[in-house]
């Protein structure tokens, strides 16, 4: 049979309402609100010094003397390296900071506010009637 509402005509027919109320279901759902990715990069520099380096050298020089034992001006010079500085370049690696990575979980209590419907039977009556509820006189 329908919900309609029925008139005092139709007393002979059997009428039943269905009253729905609402009721408050709380679930929860777990989602992903962001992506990170956590990585090294590694940047270059480039670094210019001047280091100052030494070299030994034995020197020979030869002057050539003429008859008379005068100095001519030929000199013949000879140079043989002995030792000299290397330039040796060592990178020490050297900790620049500790970086930590982890997840914490929080919780934390939220309110939730929302509107419930319920239906309630309304009668209207026309004319003298005299209602009675639960053997009470309305």
């Given at each position: 049979m329908?919900?309609?509402?029925?008139?005092?005509?139709?007393?002979?027919?059997?009428?039943?309402?269905?009253?729905?109320?609402?009721?408050?279901?709380?679930?929860?759902k777990?989602?992903?609100?962001?992506?990170?990715?956590?990585?090294?990069?590694?940047?270059?520099?480039?670094?210019?010094?001047?280091?100052p380096?030494?070299?030994?050298?034995?020197?020979?020089?030869?002057?050539?003397?003429?008859?008379?034992?005068?100095?001519?001006?030929?000199?013949?010079?000879?140079?043989?390296?002995?030792?000299?500085d290397?330039?040796?370049?060592?990178?020490?690696?050297?900790?620049?900071?500790?970086?930590?990575?982890?997840?914490?979980?929080?919780?934390?209590?939220?309110?939730?506010?929302?509107?419930?419907?319920?239906?309630?039977?309304?009668?209207?009556?026309?004319g003298?009637?005299?209602?009675?509820v639960?053997?009470?006189?309305?």
């Amino acid at each position: 049979m329908s919900e309609q509402p029925k008139t005092a005509n139709d007393h002979y027919n059997e009428v039943t309402l269905k009253l729905h109320k609402e009721e408050l279901q709380v679930s929860k759902k777990w989602i992903e609100t962001a992506n990170v990715t956590v990585y090294k990069k590694s940047y270059t520099e480039e670094k210019q010094i001047l280091v100052p380096v030494r070299r030994e050298e034995l020197i020979i020089e030869k002057k050539i003397l003429n008859s008379e034992g005068e100095t001519d001006k030929n000199i013949e010079t000879i140079r043989i390296p002995l030792r000299e500085d290397r330039i040796e370049v060592t990178l020490q690696p050297t900790l620049l900071e500790d970086v930590e990575i982890y997840k914490n979980q929080y919780e934390e209590l939220k309110h939730v506010i929302e509107t419930l419907k319920e239906e309630k039977v309304q009668i209207e009556t026309v004319g003298d009637i005299k209602l009675t509820v639960n053997n009470e006189l309305l």
